[in-house]
């Protein structure tokens, strides 16, 4: 223990998109701060800083254990989330609400920009020498967080996503055609290359969809696609695409959006069909009307989706919880926790802690290593870093 | 045994679109055709009456136990399906390959379209005078084929539907607006209608989602949707809507559509977000251009994904399979299997043989009982029937 330990009420939130195992990490906190002497209350924040602001407060120390293990269990944010990125008037409000209410802990489960905000207001807790501690907890199925391995989150959301490739080839394969499937990342395009999951090892070099798989990593190029898509057409008869929604042109420019902006200032891709309808137009212009052309957006089932949960993400979920607490009470330094990986066969990992600063704001984007030379497919050294992540999945059958 | 007993080779066909537990009959039906003295020789036709005419068999007397049933439980038609429907040039192909290969069963697995093609091809060989027997066994997620209580790959579907609705039910609680979600279902909302197994019963009348359920039986009505909207809002301050992708105006002409059509003369409706964005911008006027409003169409994933199969279902589509072997066998009669259920608590159910007249070409849709009075939700009535076919759904947990 720390000297001149913190006591206090602590103030848990989430905040961002969420995702299948957020409330692993909410609810491994709680338990964990249940138990710390230092941590007097518990107060769980509605709908991250915007319940901190309205002092819209729920007492987390309360509930079953069972109770919250069925919250644990149950994908999106139980205590609601939030898009709201606190200006200089928003955090100076919600230091008074702080303030009044002897809160020493704030714990934020969220991406880069719920890092960003824990940063700041960790800052003005130093600058106000009010004795404080605020630890990040990370979470985003993007997989986009500096620092860390990965994300918790992500491993569920590439899981669904998995799946339904494996699926979605199979149905490719029965009535043929080319298939688009539209993936969530807006920068990143981990979630996008986890459809490669969908292609049994044994049959490397086979006829598994997905064919074609392209990240916002790399320009995407109209003409390519089209050339690629026929290419493909002429190999297998049948051709299967995972784009992300976030791929641009070569000058950066989304190749289909509404044109809509959240409060982030990010421009709104999902929960809107556009890129997969565009993307299909242009394969029909490269194979000519008669061709049977179909798009799917996953949207936000893959990141809400139940049952279809990565054992590996819930149990990191919960530890980046847990984590959180123990440090903050046996340290009282702020920081975000990052996962490392200790071994793949058997995966093991571990937590730690790095500074909020070097997460906050900035994200990350998959390696060169991992994408093909070509910018339309992953390479093994990807297949290998995300399948222990993901966990094993179902053999399909063939005659 | 009946009199006269037809001796000979069979053939088996998938066709339409498939659904997560197709392979199930088609396994159950193979290998009850393993155990048939009068059955010679078992061929799966590629493509179904595409790959009779093409001759593109294959023999299904080779495989181990193993191999089928892990293609029983693998999604989408192992033989490969079709669209096509044959006309009388194909129709007299398909005989001429089925005496060249003395054929004397023909299973076909599929619709109401596919229940047109086999009565049209009993009706040739009765004209023919060729000893010949054929069987339809059902199939389809839209659950619209007549007579029988219900179609294996429904329940399945309407599995992958709920479960969607209770993980995005949660994702929209926590971020708030309105999501619109687009549900497979040309001509009947059977599978839409699904969406309600995600509200808690023990919830009745509370919050949980979707909130309105738009159906293709009843007319929609803009202004009237937007209405609806408003009032969710103002109640729950937020609206998950599950809309039919067959939804149509008072002159039946469809909400959204790419005009494209397929070769049964179907106009394209899966496969292409229009409709989802369509019906977003409609609540974007009803509320405002800051309203966060967002739409997902589910697509094919609904009736592809692995792993989200309903025991019942699995368990429905085997028998089917079985028992038109079994009735072929017994009895050299035409017929479509049919499933009559028994007892709703514990859940049973048994097959039966309908006429091929009785379930080709039309299409039922979802009884008046089933549907609220407002035409913007389902009843008890239609939750007691779809229930138990969709099996226990997992447990969410609240703060």
């Not at 330990?5 to 961002?16: F, P, R, T, W, Y």
């Not at 909410?26 to 602001?53: K, N, P």
């Not at 149990?315 to 009282?332: D, L, N």
């Amino acid at each position: 223990m720390f000297k001149g330990m913190l006591k206090g009420n602590m103030v848990i939130g989430q905040s961002g998109g969420p995702t299948a195992v957020i409330n692993q990490s909410l609810v491994g906190a709680v338990l964990a701060a249940r138990e710390q002497d230092s941590i007097t209350g518990i107060l769980g924040a509605r709908h991250g800083i915007q319940g901190i602001m309205d002092e819209n407060f729920i007492d987390l120390t309360t509930q079953s254990v069972e109770q919250l293990e069925l919250v644990a269990h149950t994908p999106a944010a139980a205590l609601g989330s939030v898009r709201l990125k606190p200006g200089k008037a928003e955090c100076e409000k919600v230091f008074e609400v702080f303030r009044k209410h002897d809160v020493r802990y704030f714990f934020y489960i969220g991406g880069n920009d719920s890092a960003e905000t824990a940063h700041i207001i960790a800052e003005m807790a130093k600058e106000a020498n009010y004795d404080f501690c605020t630890v990040h907890i990370p979470k985003t199925i993007d997989n986009d967080l500096k620092v860390t391995d990965h994300c918790p989150g992500f491993a569920s959301a590439a899981r669904f996503v998995a799946l339904a490739f494996m699926g979605d080839d199979r149905d490719n394969r029965a009535l043929s055609g080319v298939k688009i499937n539209v993936v969530m990342g807006r920068h990143a395009g981990f979630l996008t290359a986890a459809s490669a999951l969908a292609r049994r090892p044994e049959h490397e070099g086979k006829s598994d969809g997905p064919h074609l798989i392209y990240l916002p990593e790399r320009v995407f190029d109209v003409e390519q696609f089209k050339q690629d898509v026929k290419t493909t057409m002429a190999k297998y008869g049948r051709c299967v695409v995972a784009a992300s929604e976030g791929i641009g042109d070569k000058d950066g420019n989304p190749i289909a959006s509404t044109g809509e902006r959240d409060s982030h200032g990010n421009i709104q891709l999902s929960g809107t069909g556009a890129l997969g309808d565009t993307l299909a137009a242009f394969v029909k212009e490269a194979l000519g009307k008669g061709a049977r052309v179909r798009a799917d957006t996953f949207g936000y089932l893959q990141r809400s989706y139940p049952t279809i949960i990565s054992e590996v993400d819930a149990k990191e979920a919960r530890e980046v919880g847990e984590y959180a607490v123990h440090h903050a009470a046996s340290t009282g330094e702020a920081g975000s926790v990052a996962i490392r990986r200790l071994s793949n066969v058997p995966y093991t990992s571990e937590c730690f802690i790095t500074p909020l600063s070097s997460v906050a704001r900035e994200a990350t984007e998959m390696k060169d290593a991992h994408i093909n030379d070509a910018g339309n497919d992953v390479t093994q050294a990807w297949v290998d870093y995300v399948a222990p992540l993901v966990g094993e999945l179902p053999k399909m059958g063939d005659l």
